[in-house]
């Protein structure tokens, strides 16, 4: 009953601290999104642990946690195969606002150089 | 015929012994050219020396690779509106006097992206080492016979692009391994691709990135890149209308 407490409390704890997060501005409500709902799954499964039981057993998981850690595994994997396009899409992003920057900061100069020349 | 606006594109990385006299040869052909160095966040006098030379320089504000150095020419390029580019590396290695040569397919229409090779008779005077022989002879063969046209040179950053490519690369253009994917994608756009007899000579400065331990390992890099974009899929030309877009 205690682990079962406990882990209620867990998912309890991830919930708020991913709202306490979006109040102080540090997550997104696009990011925080899937936490809370994974936060409420957690909650969800600690309490009706029974659905688990019969999910592991019918999928031929002998352990209910070798099948917990079977789907956080998966989970982590596609997590950052996820994380991964995001940094490679900041990384381009951040490719073409350099490019932007310098072809802007040149332009500038030499637009300087010629209106100081036509003052000079 | 109406005059071409020529743009041509240096991108250089620490390369302050050799940019000027780069820029100079280039300046030298008297073709009516903007010679532009894209100077790809240089932590040496490579923007200073480029510009004291007669080159325009854009300075990116860190290091973004070849590749990105390159699409920021094109960038340039296609916003003010330039029919031709070339792509000149700024260590020295190219011979500019060949410049005149390679754009000359693009203006008689010939050709939608030259490239200049070591390796089309008659010059074949360049000898590289044998490690990268072996490099450059292996994609070859593979982007010879995945674009079904004969290219032989396919590392060669000697080239020159019309407005159309102009267009696609400055929206797009491949990161990883540049010069090779950049071959692939003009094909899949449905590109006339073609190369010319170039001479280059040996670095003069810096490194090649191709060094001969990671030979084989950049082989298999450049390899699954080379196949991932060849699982893009054919190009629409719908980036072939040349409207500048805001």
Same mark, same amino acid.
């Given at each position: ?28 409500? =696009? ?35 070798? !099948?917990? !850690? ?29 490019? =932007? ?16 020349? =036509?003052?000079? | ?38 100077? %790809?966040?240089?932590?040496? %006098? ?52 060949? $410049? ?11 050709? %939608? ?34 674009? /079904?046209?004969? $290219?032989?040179?396919?590392? /060669? ?18 990161? %990883? ?70």
């Amino acid at each position: 009953m205690s682990l079962k407490i406990l882990s209620v409390l867990v998912g309890l704890f991830s919930f708020f601290l991913v709202i306490e997060l979006v109040r102080r501005e540090k997550l997104t409500f =696009k990011y925080a999104f899937g936490w809370l709902f994974i936060a409420l799954l957690a909650v969800f499964f600690s309490i009706f642990d029974r659905t688990l039981e019969g999910m592991a057993h019918w999928l031929g998981f002998e352990l209910v946690s070798n !099948f917990i !850690f079977f789907v956080l595994l998966c989970f982590f994997v596609f997590l950052s195969i996820l994380l991964t396009t995001f940094l490679c899409e900041q990384d381009s992003r951040n490719d073409a606002m350099a490019q =932007k920057i310098g072809i802007l900061e040149m332009e500038l100069k030499e637009f300087k150089e010629r209106i100081e020349g =036509k003052d000079g | 015929m109406l005059q071409k606006k020529v743009l041509i594109i240096v991108p250089a990385y620490n390369e302050e012994d050799r940019i000027k006299k780069t820029v100079e040869e280039i300046l030298s052909t008297g073709i009516a050219a903007k010679v532009l160095v894209i100077n %790809d966040g240089s932590r040496d %006098d490579t923007a200073k020396k480029a510009k004291s030379s007669g080159a325009h320089v854009i300075s990116l504000p860190f290091n973004t690779g070849i590749g990105g150095a390159v699409q920021t020419g094109f960038r340039y390029a296609f916003e003010n509106d330039f029919d031709i580019a070339c792509q000149v590396d700024g260590d020295g290695q190219h011979d500019v006097s060949y $410049i005149g040569a390679l754009i000359k397919p693009i203006l008689e229409n010939e050709s %939608d992206m030259v490239i200049g090779s070591r390796f089309v008779p008659p010059f074949m005077g360049y000898q590289s080492s044998f490690v990268r022989k072996i490099g450059i002879n292996f994609f070859s063969h593979l982007i010879s016979f995945l674009c /079904s046209v004969k $290219i032989t040179d396919p590392t /060669s950053g000697f080239r020159a692009y019309n407005k159309k490519m102009i267009h696609i690369f400055s929206q797009s253009y491949p990161a %990883d391994f540049p010069e090779p994917e950049a071959i692939m994608i003009a094909r899949l756009y449905g590109a006339r691709v073609k190369e010319i007899p170039v001479e280059m000579r040996k670095r003069q400065t810096g490194h090649s990135s191709i060094r001969y331990l990671a030979t084989l390992y950049y082989m298999i890099k450049v390899t699954f890149a080379i196949l991932l974009n060849l699982l893009k899929g054919k190009k629409s030309n719908a980036a072939t209308t040349y409207v500048r877009s805001t």
